[in-house]
Nanobody, 124 residues
Framework: QVQLVESGGGLVQAGGSLRLDCAASERTYRNEIMGWFRQAPGKEREFVAAIRWSSGNTYYSDSAKGRFAISRDNAKNTLYLQMNNLKPEDTAIYYC?????????????????WGQGTQVTVSS
């Protein structure tokens, strides 16, 4: 029953910014951890950022740290990913996901619910 709907992807020049949104179809208390992953052509899905809903603790990949910021709006049941200083290597399909529990926020297998993905393309 839980559905995640993503938006905000698009084409941007290197150095630009985008904000991705992920709206949940119902209250997100079922998802203690929510995260963003990305998958480029020919590559495995990789962790980008995650947030523990109750505490607000955030976690980032080395690539994302210092450039991206994950946040959530409890009232709107919405997850965000602010991406700054984008690079061509950030080009990928970005997915939001939710997990009810667990500490392995960096593993795709931790997450039960997934969005459909939104394309981010960064040109040189």
């Amino acid at each position: 029953q839980v559905q995640l709907v993503e938006s905000g992807g698009g084409l941007v020049q290197a150095g630009g910014s985008l904000r991705l949104d992920c709206a949940a179809s119902e209250r997100t208390y079922r998802n203690e951890i929510m995260g963003w992953f990305r998958q480029a052509p020919g590559k495995e899905r990789e962790f980008v950022a995650a947030i523990r809903w109750s505490s607000g603790n955030t976690y980032y990949s080395d690539s994302a740290k210092g450039r991206f910021a994950i946040s959530r709006d409890n009232a709107k049941n919405t997850l965000y990913l602010q991406m700054n200083n984008l690079k061509p290597e950030d080009t990928a399909i970005y997915y939001c996901a939710g997990a009810s529990s667990g500490s392995y926020y960096y593993r795709p297998s931790q997450y039960r619910y997934w969005g459909q993905g939104t394309q981010v393309t960064v040109s040189s």
